[in-house]
């Protein structure tokens, strides 16, 4: 495979003197990069079980300047089932992925381990374009990340780091994508150190929108359509205990969307299971879902919300959650 690394998607020049392979979410898949006539060039394993199939897997490749420096980076999407070519409709005319950003499939509900796990996609801290990995586990126990690995097959371990007027900016992020930049300080939560709304343009593709081409982070009232309706919420405690996420409906169909959990503002760690004190009437539940918007809520910014609770009719759903942008969450693709 081959793909301009001179440019910024807007167009604009990059002095890339060099490319490589950040992270990889199954080592030895993406291999062999390169800079050729002015692209990264690289090949894609197949897959051991089935050589028809690609091994699937996400990863990160940079461009660099003379000094080795990242300018530049892009989430290359290693996946069989093209999340492009299978879209749903809602009735609100706004087409959107049936997958998470990065995910390798949608579980829909069924209750299987590997392919709850294999629905999780990638998180982004709001405004930036950098994928952030999946927990180790299909449930996010121990709050372990999964395992990346370098073109070579050495561990690289996840970078948490606290904003600061140094580390908080989009400069440094561009240049760091390995770093999650949390913020446990203050009430505004924010990776950058002072807030800039245009990052996620509202209802218009950013050079910072993670989406693949012709797609872009939805808005809130994109996702407004969506409610949890009383057959999904009185779905069985056990089995909805099980199945992490809700089929959400539109009024006409139903769209499962994973429980994918996020990671958290305040140090960085993936966190899937709701315990608020005083709000929760019993024992910790295992899940909630948190799906960022490009709307902006003062200096938070709006997700769609929901999880799972003891008591079926205190399940919660909120298509305009106001959050913290230092947070972690998933994000379900629209089409432009």
Known sequence: YTFDVMHRPDGSELATKSVKLLWQSNSGVVKNVNLVDGKATFYVAPSE??????????????????SGEVIWSWHLWIVNNNPLAAYA??????SFMRVNLGAFTNSEGEIDEQKIYDSYGMYYQWGRKEPFQRPY???AAGADDETRYDELGTYIKEEHIESSATTGTVDYARKNPLQFIF?????????LASANNELWSDGEKSIYDPC????????ADDLKVLTLDD?????PLESARKQYGWHLSDGVSHYFYPACGR?????????NMNSKEGVYPSQPQPWEGYYWTSTTDGGKSVALYFDLTTTRTINKFFPS?????????????VRE
């Not at 913020?183 to 990776?191: C, L, T």
């Open 183 to 191: 913020n446990s300080e203050g009430e505004s939560g924010d990776w």
């Open 49 to 66: 079980a089935d050589a028809t199939r690609l091994e699937e897997t996400n990863a990160v490749v940079a461009a660099c300047d003379a």
């Open 212 to 219: 693949p081409y012709g797609w872009r982070v939805p808005t």
């Open 137 to 139: 586990y299909f449930d």
């Open 263 to 271: 990671r958290r503002y305040s140090d960085g760690k993936v966190e």
């Open 89 to 94: 409709t809602y009735s609100n005319g706004k």
């Open 231 to 235: 057959a999904t919420d009185n779905t």
């Open 321 to 333: 959650h106001s959050a913290r942008r230092a947070n972690g969450f998933q994000i379900r693709c």
